[in-house]
Structure formats: C-alpha cells, structure tokens
C-alpha cells in the first residue's frame, strides 16, 4: 500500500532534502506527490527545459526508498506563457482577460495553451519514463470546469452545437426557442450564458455540458501522451469528489483509477458523513478502489484557517477512506509553506519543519495501514444500495432550483445517505448508466432530468423486484431541459403508484420563524414532522400513506409519503423535504427491510461501520467519530487486526478510535 504526502523540493533548500527524505523513510512512508505547479521550474523560458532540480530530489527520495507520483503542471501557467501568448488566460464576461498571477486561469480553447501543454507533457513523459521511482502520473490539479467567454470559446461552443444537434432546426425545437422569440437562424448569434438564472434553461444545460467535455478534452491530450510514452506507469487524477460543475465520470474514464482530495476537518468535530459519501462517490468514478492525493494534515486555509485536527482525527480520517476503498494515501503536505497564498494551508510540519505530533500520528498510521496491506489487498466496498448521481439533473436543478435552498445537491443526498450510514449499511453512488440490478435498493434523489429512457429502466428495475425510492421535483424535465408534457411523476406514476398535479414552494416567516408546513408520519413512520422548502400534492393512486398532512388544511386529502408495491418490487415517494433526520431513519429502515438489506453491525450514534471484501477476505471497520469512548456490539470470536486481540460481544473504542475485524 501506498502511503506518504505531497512534497514541493523547490520550496526548500537542497540541504533539507536529505532530512526530509529520512523522516519520511522513517514514518513509514514510501510515496511523494512532485511538480503539479512546477512548470515554470521545468520549463523556465519557452522551449528550454530544465529538470535537474527534479531529477535530484528524485535520486534523495529513492536512496530512502521513495516512489514518485509526476503532477503535469499545467494548473499553473508560467509568466512567459501568459506575456507572450495573452490569449491562454480566461476572459472575463465583461471582455477582459483575467490577471495572470493566481491558479486555474487559462483559457481551454485556447490554441497555444493546449500546444504548450502537450509540449510540457510530452517533455516530462520522455524524460521521467525510465526515472526508477517514478511510478505514476497525476493529470493537472483539480480540474473545476472554469468558465472563458472569449470569442474562441464561444466559436468552439458553436462547433460543439453543430456536431451535437446538426441543425438549428432541431436546437431551436430542442431549447424550446420559441420562447420569447429567440429562434436562432445563425450559430454565430448564439450567446454564452452569462447569467444562469435568466438564459434559456437548455443553452444554459448545454453550456455547462461543453465546459465539462473542455476539461474531459484537455485531459485527453495529456493522457494520451503518457500512455504512449510511460505505458508501465499509472494515469489518475485528483477530483474534488461533490465539486458540481465538472462530469468526473466522463472524465475519469480514461484514467487507472480516480482519486480524490479530502478536506473534512474545518468547523466544530462532527460525524463526517460528507467525507464518507465523498469516498463512495469517487470509488463510483471508475467503479473500483480509489487514492487519496490530498488529505487533512492540519489546519487548513488561505487568508483564515480552520482548526488544528485533534489527537487521532487525522488517523480517524485515513481510516474512514481506507474502509471506504482507498488503496492509496498522501497527505497535503509535508510541511506548511513559509511563502505564497498557501502560508495557511499546514502540513504535517509547522513552519518550523520540526516532526511533531501530527507528524507521529501520521506515522503511526502510515505503519498500521503497511501492514494491514496484504489483508486489505484485493479487497473493495461491495454494496446492496446505490444512489443515483446524474449530472444533468444536478446542473439543471442549478440553473433553476425551484426552490429557496435547493442549489445544493449534496443536501439532497445526505437526506438518504446519512440514514444508511447510521444503519451501518454500505452504499455505492452510481450514474444513471449503470446497471441497476446489481442492487436490492436504488435511491434516486431529486431526478430532475428524466429522459424516457432512463424512466423506462427505473419501471423495469421495480417490475423485476427493485425498491426504488425518489422525492420531490423526480421527473420533471427532458434531457434538453423543458419540461415534460405529462403529469408528474410522468413515466414513474406506474412505479411510484402516485399523480401530482400540483405543488408549491415554501419560503418566507411567518412571526420571525421558517414558513413551514407540519406532516403526520402514519405506519412505518410515527411522530409529527416538519415539511420544509417544497411541496408535492400527492395523490395516491394505488399507493399506501406512510405521511399526510396535519397543517394546512388544504393538504388534508394529500399524501407526504407513499409506498407502493409494483410487479415483483416496491417504488417510494417523498413529496416534501422533511427537516427531521428521524423521518429519513424510519423511512430507510423499512425500505432495507423490504429490500432485505442488513448490517453486520448496528451501530450506535457516531459510530461508522463498513465492510471491505474479496479474494476470500472480509474486513469491517469500525470507527469512533465521537468525543466519548463507545461501546458497539460487533461479532465475537474473530481477531481484531489493529490490537491483535480476539473479538467478545463488544469492543470499546476512545474517541477518534478505529477497529478492523477479520471476518475472513
């Protein structure tokens, strides 16, 4: 297993080389990221390469026997670039370029940006191919989907337009032009968007369709490079996991295996639901174990900074990955930088590059996980319940969010994903091109954008014995984003045993608080609970009531939630947002009932458990993510890895405590 940090030797001197390399040796460490924001270094004036400065560190690192991972640097133009080729910065939407001197300000179109960046590639991949430690690549940093509004990117836009709809005839019918006028004659008189909130919603999905296949395009180009050149090294990338503008499935594609950056420690401790699901949505990337290529090392931040991780956070945080399919982990960084915007940002050194406490906690778990390795190895998270993550719907729901709040799908998803992390059940979050019969119980939150074929495989899933659950706005838009002609649920009402005819956001106070409608849980789920931002009218046709309304009274007739059971499966509705996380728990634990979905472990409150398998092998890992020592009941008679003692009825763990039990 690979562990260690990303390392920058040209922000020290040589003479801290040989230190840094042997307290890293000593930690336990055997991988360094290099070069992500090196080009002016390796290439200090245009044509000129220069990689001496590399090829030393190199050579300190594998006298410690230290791998390399080479970051293409391209996230970062140097000054040459920007003074002699003004065009490679982004435009803004007022017609001026951005100011060079930051990060991430290129334009993609841009001819001479992507001829540079094949150049710097290419002479990188020729020159490290044979370098003994290196052993793989990293494609830029942090692909984000910036936007550029200059004439060439509109230009290109227009091409992309033409090879996807052919004709304007059939765009104009697809956006539903005849809106307001804007039939389109001409692709030249089509806009960028530069207001999202008032364009025409399919230009604007469009637009946010081309910025994605730009990144997805330029990553193409360099990985296309280092295939050719070091066929015998790794190509991944480091993805922001819910970062929304950019499609990573499409652009993870051509990769060995994606990676992620995870940042979970900032405000006050809590359970780090967020991180987990960020794990599980990357392993969904390329449906296989993932890396960690920047990981909390301390407190983080540019102009303020967040808080210092407590003793054991960061261990518990490597853990959490580790459980959730992580086969590789570096930390960002190895030591907090003493110049540039990054001052704030602390690695597992302070300022003064003295190895202290985070560095041995970082040391402890460097060593644990080396020798769990050949236990972890061919292992991987095998999950009964997806959660369906469609960029479309998730772009469209950002262009119009239909109500107060919305903007944020990650919100939508933890209403579902939490309540299963409580449970101690393992997910898997998965494209709508995925196969769904793979699992027992398919949730799909807040579907926006339902092509009819996608419909159709969701009524299938369910007819052949699938529980599906989906909730408010499922439905309503085509893949061009209009709105379909049927009412909602449109192709699911058979599933979902359901009609909406109406429905309305809530917003505003009434005497200073929330305006906010009250629900009555009825069967499965007892109590009173509160209906927040949106609600759907439902009309149950076929369906059972699991929630009505008790406030106000023209909802009496309607239902909150339904059940229904349809050919071989189950299809559930939730027409509201519900502010209790209770409402979700009982929801959840019906629908796994119904599924016939259970967990090794039922863990108590900020307990997380979750099970890695294969080649005959079965570990569960049991986390504390709380600031009291816990008891969990766990299964008996099986050695417990990291102390290595055997298994009672229970295990206690301290805060930030972490347990791996062979199953098998």
């Known amino acids: 297993m690979y562990i260690g940090v990303d390392y920058y030797p040209e922000h020290w001197t040589r003479e801290r080389w040989g230190t840094d390399a042997r307290l890293m040796q000593e930690a336990g460490f055997n991988v360094v990221r290099l070069s992500e924001f090196a080009w002016s270094f390796m290439e200090p004036e245009e044509g000129r390469f220069d ?165 997805v ?95 054991g956070e960061i261990r518990l945080v490597s853990y959490q990955q580790v459980a959730h399919g992580c086969d590789g982990l570096l930390w960002f960084r190895w030591r907090s930088c003493t110049a540039g915007r990054e001052q704030y940002w602390h690695g597992l050194l302070g300022h003064d590059g003295k190895a202290l406490r985070r560095y041995r906690e970082a040391a402890q778990t460097a060593q644990e996980l080396q020798r769990l390795a050949p236990e972890l190895d061919g292992t991987t998270v095998q999950a009964e319940v997806a959660i369906l993550y469609d960029y479309d719907s998730i772009w469209a729901e950002n262009i119009q969010p239909s109500f107060p709040g919305n903007q944020l799908f990650q919100q939508a998803l933890s209403r579902f994903y939490d309540p299963l992390f409580r449970a101690g059940v393992n997910v898997d979050i998965i494209p709508a091109s995925a196969d769904f019969s793979k699992y027992a119980l398919l949730i799909a939150p807040e579907l926006y954008v339902l092509p009819d074929a996608l419909a159709q495989r969701l009524d299938a899933y369910v007819r052949a014995g699938g529980v599906l659950i989906t909730d408010v706005r499922t439905g309503v838009k085509t893949e061009t984003n209009l709105c379909h002609e049927r009412t909602l649920p449109g192709l699911l009402a058979d599933a979902l045993g359901i009609t909406i005819e109406e429905y309305e956001a809530l917003s505003g106070t009434v005497d ?81 009932t119904t599924a016939g979905v259970t967990s090794l472990v039922a863990p108590p409150p900020g307990v997380e458990v979750s099970l890695r398998c294969g080649n005959g092998k079965r570990l569960l890992f049991v986390l504390n993510q709380t600031e009291e020592p816990q008891t969990v009941t766990v299964p008996a008679g099986y050695q417990e890895l990291l102390s290595g003692t055997t298994t009672t009825e229970t295990i206690t763990l301290e805060r930030s405590g972490v347990a791996v039990i062979k199953l098998a």
């Open 51 to 215: 990689f001496s400065l590399f090829d030393e560190a190199l050579a300190v690192l594998a006298s410690r026997g230290i791998s390399a991972i080479m970051g293409t640097p391209t996230a970062v133009m140097p000054a040459w670039v920007a003074r002699k080729y003004p065009e490679t910065l982004a435009m803004k939407t007022d017609g001026t370029r951005k100011v060079w001197g930051v990060r991430k300000n290129n334009c993609f179109t841009s001819g001479a940006y992507r001829l540079l960046s094949e150049r710097i590639t290419r002479a990188m991949a020729e020159h490290f191919a044979q370098a003994p430690n290196v052993i793989g690549w990293q494609t830029d940093n942090e692909f984000g989907a910036q936007v550029c509004n200059c004439p060439t990117c509109r230009a290109d836009f227009h091409d992309w337009l033409r090879a996807k709809y052919r004709s304007l005839e059939v765009l104009n019918s697809a956006w539903g032009t005849h809106f307001w006028g804007h039939l389109y004659s001409e692709w030249a008189e089509i806009p960028l968007p530069d207001d999202m909130s008032s364009h025409n919603p399919g230009l604007c999905l469009d637009w946010m369709r081309y910025n994605s296949w730009l990144n």
């Open 512 to 592: 200073g608080k929330p305006f906010v409608y009250q629900v009555n849980g009825r069967q499965i789920i007892d109590g009173a609970f509160t209906a927040t931002g949106y609600v759907d009218w439902v009309t149950p046709q076929g369906a059972e009531v699991l929630a009505g309304y008790s406030f106000p009274w023209h909802l009496a007739d309607f239902a909150a939630a339904t059940r229904h059971h349809y050919g071989q499966g189950w299809g559930y509705y939730v027409g509201t947002v519900v502010a209790e996380a209770a409402f979700y728990d009982a929801l959840l634990h019906d629908a796994l």
């Open 217 to 311: 395009r330029f990553q193409h180009d360099q990985v296309a490079i280092l295939r050719a050149l070091c066929p015998g090294q790794f190509v991944t990338h480091n993805t922001m996991s819910f970062h929304l503008p950019l499609n990573y499935y499409d652009l993870c594609e051509e990769l060995d295996f994606a990676s992620w950056d995870n940042y979970p420690v900032w405000g006050p401790p809590e359970v780090l639901y967020n991180s987990a699901a960020g794990g599980d949505l990357v392993r969904g990337f390329k449906g296989k174990n993932f890396w960690i290529m920047e990981q909390t090392a301390g407190p983080g931040g540019w102009s303020t900074f967040g808080r210092n991780p407590r003793p």
